[in-house]
């Protein structure tokens, strides 16, 4: 445990937020996320590079950064790697399990990271600008965010990560109704920028995720990872990012009379009382019930969702229709339409497989809200309801029925 100045818990959260504030500059770094969850497995065919995902296990990327015009992401995958570079106005992906090289010319305007000034001064550590969405500052900036009467905040012992001192802050929801236990945040102590975010879940010592650094140095990297030559027999593709959502249309072979009802560049996608047009995105938009840690996800109720659900669970061995939690008036055609749309973007099958896991994992339950399914793991519910209404958040059931209740969902 490395010694450090005594630090109480409002003056390290003053620093992480000034910390974070403050410009990373040039540096390379391992980042390792790891989940537990309690999610079944996945098909393999869903897995992203053919790893567990969000399911389960630990998933590694490598950082080098420059500026806001130099970036290399390296991922481990499957029997291989996939990579991103990204040098002044040229961005290569490539995959090495497939020998793919993409070519992408980026139009001067987009030169450069969210964030970034374009003129080589490195953007700041935020959560949405530049690198810093990779990094633990993501992860601790919505925990930080929660801070207040609902949070119990501590300072535990100094820990060491990738190297380099760091304090830690603990933080714990008051409420009982939260699935998170404790977050524990690795404070940098000489630069302090988070460099491990842990979430435990309530009753538990198992860390059930974490982000963090394994490996941070700072300091310009070589400009040879930020070059890239497609190896011999690699299949090159060449694309040109538009410059404009113009160019995009053109592009894809349609004009702005081709999208209809669609609301045009400059003009307003709300009636003249000031309320979100009749289907309009923000009228079908998932929305946030509750707030910090009692924060809930719903989407609006879905016919097609609710149709989708309950053919995958009937189709199941051994289910009958009663037992799906599910209005047996959900129109087959509604499933039908749902069911093509999941082929058409995922191959034939491949949506429905990847989703069947997870629903078949779900309990069926009722109250005085409604019928439908209930997923709940260490650190996540989710619930499904009878009219396709999908709910979720690191929260008790209980609260999930409250919501739905109150939601009129």
């Known amino acids: 445990m490395p010694s450090l100045p005594h630090r109480t818990a409002a003056q390290l959260l003053a620093e992480v937020a000034q910390g974070t504030a403050k410009p990373l500059g040039p540096f390379t770094a391992t980042v ?82 969210p964030g970034d000034s374009g003129n080589g001064v490195a953007p700041k550590l935020s959560p949405t600008a530049g690198p810093s969405s990779l990094t633990p500052a993501a992860a601790a900036s919505q925990v930080l965010a929660a801070v207040g ?50 979430v435990l879940g309530r009753g538990s010592t198992d860390v059930v995720y974490s982000v963090g650094f394994t490996s941070l140095a700072f300091g310009t990297p070589a400009a040879s990872n930020f070059s890239f030559s497609p190896p011999p027999g690699a299949t090159v593709k060449q694309q040109v990012v538009p410059s404009s959502l113009q160019s995009a249309l ?32 923000q009228a079908g938009a998932p929305k946030v019930i509750g707030r910090d840690w009692l924060s809930v996800i719903a989407t609006p109720p879905s016919p097609q969702v609710a149709a989708a659900m309950q053919s995958m669970l009937s189709s199941a061995p051994g289910t009958t229709s009663q037992q799906t939690g599910f209005s047996s008036s959900s129109s087959s055609s509604a499933s039908s339409a749902y069911s093509s749309t999941l082929t058409i ?16 994992a779900t309990a069926p339950v009722h109250g005085n809200w409604g019928s439908g399914r209930l997923l709940q793991t260490k650190l996540l519910s989710v619930l499904i309801t009878s009219k396709g209404q999908i709910l979720a958040g690191a929260v008790t059931p209980g609260v999930l029925y409250a919501d739905v209740a109150a939601d009129g969902g």
């Open 250 to 281: 053109k592009q894809a072979g349609l004009s702005p009379a081709n999208l209809g009802g669609l609301p045009r560049a400059g003009s307003s996608s709300q009636s003249g009382s000031g309320a979100p047009a009749a289907g309009s995105a």
């Open 32 to 113: 390792q996320t790891t989940a537990n969850l309690g999610l079944p497995q996945l098909p393999q065919s869903a897995q992203p590079g053919g790893t567990d995902g969000l399911t389960s296990g630990t998933q590694s990327i490598t950082i080098w950064y420059r500026d806001g015009q130099h970036l290399r992401v390296a991922k481990q995958v499957q029997a291989g790697e996939s990579d991103v570079r990204l040098n002044g106005r040229t961005a290569w992906l490539w995959n090495s399990p497939t020998q793919t090289a993409t070519r992408l010319a980026l139009p001067a305007h987009l030169t450069g990271l």
């Open 149 to 198: 009467p609902t949070t119990v905040v501590a300072v535990q012992s100094n820990v060491t990560v990738a190297g380099r001192p760091a304090y830690q802050l603990a933080l714990a929801p008051r409420s009982s109704k939260s699935l998170v236990g404790q977050v524990l945040i690795a404070i940098d102590a000489s630069r302090d920028i988070p460099l491990r975010v842990e």
């Open 345 to 360: 973007n995922a191959g034939p099958g491949q949506g429905l497989s990847a989703l069947r896991p997870l629903l078949l």
